[in-house]
């Protein structure tokens, strides 16, 4: 099964700032990675697929790319309904893989 | 509007068993995967087990297989996962979720499973 590393694990940031998330596949993945997002005591939600296509009704702040096996989700400017727990999600034809998760929290 | 409602949670002691059942609605059911992934309190996602919308094809976690069984029942727009000899590390909140190719886009509130003496 594949492993997906995520870092940092928790992470905190002010209102405006620019941060970045990355995820690590343990071997090729494709382009098949998604992230997602959750809030405390809420489902997770689906922010972007295939890397960098963002899901409808996401935000254009939040973005992704690629380079190998290493993935990034970027959020250019925070905001405070983004403070939350992201993961990345791997899938290598048999299984999928959760990421550990990264809290971003105020700063 | 697209929705899927889970049910069937509860407190189970170690060794039980307990089916719990996903209900769908505002698409149609039998053109997705639909997946069951769980978590632990206060700890990340897990992946539980897939299956394809006409049932025939199905998939589970090293974690979880022998133990679990996923199925669907169309004419009910229905997932449900049978889970029997539990464990302490089965306790989690199971999210059910419709699979768009290898992403979820679709999730479930959740419910609580329990296992405790």
């Known amino acids: 099964d594949i492993q997906m590393t995520q870092s940092p694990s928790a992470l905190s940031a002010s209102i405006g700032d620019r941060v970045t998330i990355s995820c690590r596949a343990s071997?090729?993945?494709?382009?098949?990675l998604a992230w997602y997002q959750q809030k405390p005591g809420k489902a997770p939600r689906l922010l972007m697929y295939?890397?960098?296509d963002l899901e409808v009704g996401v935000p254009s702040r939040f973005s992704g790319s690629e380079s190998g096996a290493e993935f990034t989700l970027t959020i250019s400017s925070l905001q405070p309904d983004d403070f939350a727990t992201y993961y990345c999600?791997?899938?290598?034809?048999?299984?999928?893989?959760f990421g550990q998760g990264t809290k971003l929290e105020i700063k | 509007q697209v929705q899927l409602v889970e049910s069937g949670g509860g407190l189970v002691k170690p060794g039980g068993s307990l089916r719990l059942s996903c209900e769908a609605s505002?698409?149609?059911?039998?053109?997705?995967?639909m997946t069951w992934i769980r978590q632990a309190p206060g700890k990340g996602l897990e992946w539980v087990s897939y299956?394809?919308?006409?049932?025939?094809?199905?998939g589970y976690a090293d974690s979880v297989k022998g133990r679990f069984t996923i199925s669907i029942n169309s004419a009910k727009d229905s997932l449900y996962l049978q889970m029997s000899s539990l464990t302490v590390d089965d306790t989690a909140t199971y999210y059910c979720?419709?699979?768009?190719?290898?992403?979820?886009?679709?999730w479930g509130r959740g419910t609580l499973v329990t296992v405790s003496a």
């Open positions: 299956i394809g919308g006409s049932g025939g094809d199905t």
């Open positions: 071997q090729s993945i494709s382009s098949w």
């Open positions: 979720a419709r699979s768009r190719g290898w992403y979820m886009d679709i």
């Open positions: 999600q791997g899938f290598d034809g048999f299984s999928y893989t």
């Open positions: 505002g698409f149609i059911f039998s053109d997705y995967y």
């Open positions: 295939k890397g960098s």
